[in-house]
Nanobody, 117 residues
Framework: QVQLVESGGGLVQPGGSLRLSCAAS????????MGWYRQAPGKERELVAH???????NYADSVKGRFTISRDRAKNTMYLHMNSLKSEDTAVYYC???????????WGQGTQVTVSS
């Protein structure tokens, strides 16, 4: 069973930056398309970025140009670099298999990102 652990969230002012990390229990990043999701209060969970096994990336329009997804296969870790953060980026962020590439594994606890002055 794959275990995913997200970290790196916190409170940041508008315009600030954060780097989220996703650690996995096994070597899953080399063979799976992985994604970062977020869920804001009262909203559905949405996919904001994903990366394929060939390192092709795709982003939701709302984060394009501000967020960058990457991974380190040797460390079994995936990252989400978030710049120019806005209040609407406030959400709990999760990592998992990208939508459309197979069933998701069990969801981790997520990491809270709060953008506020």
């Amino acid at each position: 069973q794959v275990q995913l652990v997200e970290s790196g969230g916190g409170l940041v002012q508008p315009g600030g930056s954060l780097r989220l990390s996703c650690a996995a229990s096994g070597s899953i990043f080399s063979f799976n398309a992985m994604g970062w999701y977020r869920q804001a209060p009262g909203k559905e969970r949405e996919l904001v970025a994903h990366i394929t096994p060939l390192d092709n990336t795709n982003y939701a329009d709302s984060v394009k140009g501000r967020f960058t997804i990457s991974r380190d296969r040797a460390k079994n870790t995936m990252y989400l670099h978030m710049n120019s953060l806005k209040s609407e980026d406030t959400a709990v962020y999760y990592c998992n298999r990208a939508t459309g590439y197979g069933s998701p594994w069990s969801w981790g606890q997520g990491t809270q990102v709060t953008v506020s002055s």
